[in-house]
């Protein structure tokens, strides 16, 4: 039902390299044993790295490695044959180096970084798999590092991208677990990717879960902003889940009406075959939580939540909202609006005027409850029209103006024939006639619905909007022109 909302995670820096100079790692630790290869060998290596010729420096560091691969600084041969690979864009070899450093020297002080390095070479080459397995595995056993949280970040963004949803949640688990108290920002945004990320999962028990644990744990401190779409998506789950047979978003069955029934050989209704929406009760408790939610939704708009978003994208989506929680916060007047139907039972026999004027009125007291209920939806309808972009909730509410003017004709176009006009001599006049008129009372309620519904076509197609709303425009608009409202 909405635009894509975009979490951003930051990809790691990669670690800073090991000293290429002379003194190396033996100069800041005299204790460690002399390497075993010969000191020419490494200054040729290092000579080679300040020249620029990485590839050859990668070479010249790796032949020193295998001539003793027991030396005490051969973790630090492999490191440095690996990152002079890495310089000059041999990213295989730069990786087969650290892949060697990790799986031989696990306890070496380097191993850490040459397994981030190995994380950010395979995402520089697009194999995101195997990245998330280095950024993953460096999280889990160097968890006390200061650049664990961001290695598991990287897992996270790489998981969501290749749709591996079971590992982006517990990686998300586990960084919520681990480093939410430090980095509660980072930790905020995960959660809240979370529930959007188990919202594509499909509408479940966890969708829900995830959107209240998003309110209950980071609350309006991740933004008032998101706190309104939270509640605003709260809000539209509960809406769904308390009906169980939906059309068109109205709780309803359709009931179909077959042409002019026929009693004592005159028809007992007007109108052509067609059908008829018969409202069906809602679950009482799931309506209560769902409108409180969109009451939250809408007091937090009013709070100053869209203006206050920090960026573009955020508004826009607190916008859209903002806009759902007006719509539904109409749909129980809507319902009640299309369960308003024509008093049964009307009679006007002409050898009975009280019946009549009691008939008479009836009808009145519905027809000016049926204007006023339409009247009052039209105007709210079109003021969600109006705000904002042309966005879902801009042409549903242009699809549901059409509606309630098409559900207002068909309650007249439709409308039983009365007893008493269906009795005497000329019972076949009087009905045609009846039915006459109440189809000129339906045509421009008809026209304002075909006036509306290519509104909402002409709006879906020129922001390129297609969606529920606009399909039900095109279809109703077809069923109108098969009616000749034009």
């Known amino acids: 039902m909405r635009c894509p909302i975009d979490v951003r995670i930051p990809q790691i820096l990669l670690p800073a390299l090991v000293s290429f100079s002379a003194l190396g790692v033996a100069a800041a630790n005299p204790t460690l044993a002399p390497i075993v290869a010969p000191n020419s060998a490494r200054a040729h290596a290092e000579s080679l790295e300040a ?8 070479e010249a560091y790796y032949t020193i490695y295998v001539a003793n691969p027991i030396a005490t600084q ?5 490191y440095n044959s690996g990152v002079c690979f890495q310089l000059g864009g041999a990213t295989g070899l730069a990786i087969r180096q650290f892949g060697q450093l990790t799986q031989h020297f696990p306890q070496s002080s380097l191993a850490p970084k040459a397994l981030l390095r ?5 995402d520089s080459v697009k194999y995101l798999d195997k990245a998330c397995n280095a950024y993953e595995e460096f999280a889990k056993r160097y968890s006390g590092e200061k650049e664990a949280p961001s290695a598991l970040m990287n897992a996270i963004r ?11 949640v517990k990686n998300i688990e586990r960084f919520v677990r681990q480093y939410g108290k430090r980095h509660p920002e980072d930790s905020d945004r995960l959660l809240f990717l979370l529930a959007t990320e188990q919202e594509k999962q499909g509408f479940h028990r966890k969708t829900v879960q995830a959107y209240e644990r998003y309110l209950k744990v980071v609350g309006k401190h991740g933004g008032l902003d998101r706190s309104l779409v939270v509640n605003a998506k709260l809000g539209e789950f509960l809406w769904q889940q308390s009906c169980v047979q939906a059309a068109d978003g109205v709780c309803s069955k359709r009931i179909r009406l077959p042409a002019r029934k026929k009693g004592q050989g005159v028809a007992t209704r007007c109108g052509s075959a067609t059908t008829k929406v018969q409202i069906v009760p809602r679950n009482r408790k799931l309506v209560v939580r769902a409108m ?13 939540a869209i203006d206050k978003a920090p960026d573009a994208a955020r508004s826009e989506s607190a916008r859209d909202s903002f806009l759902a929680s007006q719509f539904y916060l109409l749909a129980l007047d809507y319902e009640k609006y299309l369960s308003l139907g024509l008093p049964r039972g009307l009679s006007f026999p002409p050898t009975n005027r009280s019946k009549r004027e009691r008939s008479a009125a009836r009808f009145q007291t519905w027809l000016q409850a049926k204007k006023t209920m339409s009247g009052e939806l039209n105007e709210k309808y079109q003021h969600i029209a109006s705000v904002g972009r042309a966005s ?3 042409v549903a509410s242009i699809a549901r103006i059409g509606q309630i003017s098409q559900h207002f004709a068909m309650s007249l176009a439709t409308a039983e024939v009365p007893k008493g006009v269906r009795q005497g001599k000329f ?3 009087s009905v045609n006639a009846f039915c006459d008129e109440f189809g000129r009372q339906a045509q421009p309620l008809r026209a304002m619905a075909s006036t509306a519904y290519s509104k909402c076509v002409a709006v879906s197609a020129a922001t390129k909007n ?3 709303w606009s399909n039900l425009c095109q279809r109703e608009l077809a069923v109108l022109h098969q009616q000749k409202v034009f």
């Open 292 to 304: 409180q939610h969109f009451a939250n939704a809408t007091a937090l708009a009013n709070a100053g």
């Open 427 to 429: 019972a076949s006049e």
């Open 158 to 168: 790489n998981r969501r991208s290749l749709g591996h949803h079971k590992e982006m």
């Open 466 to 468: 297609s969606n529920t």
């Open 51 to 58: 020249q620029g010729k990485y590839k050859k420096c990668g």
């Open 392 to 394: 879902e909730w801009k």
């Open 74 to 78: 051969a973790d630090e041969l492999l």
């Open 118 to 122: 190995a994380g950010a070479l395979y």
